[in-house]
């Protein structure tokens, strides 16, 4: 990411497993953006749910 110079709409985006919401590129995900999944833990606890 060092070519970031405040424009958020250069970042990456990908949908959340859950909701489908866009997910932005955040600089506290820099080393886990592969395994991040969903947009909050309100998704992740809801996704979890569905799932069994």
Known sequence: ?????G???TL???P????G???TW????E???EQVKYC???CRTRSDKTAS
């Open 1 to 5: 990411m060092s070519g970031f110079k």
């Open 7 to 9: 424009n958020k709409s």
């Open 12 to 14: 990456p985006q990908k």
């Open 16 to 19: 959340c497993a859950a909701c």
């Open 21 to 23: 919401r866009p997910m």
């Open 26 to 29: 955040r600089k506290k995900w």
């Open 31 to 33: 080393r886990t953006w």
């Open 40 to 42: 909050s833990d309100r």
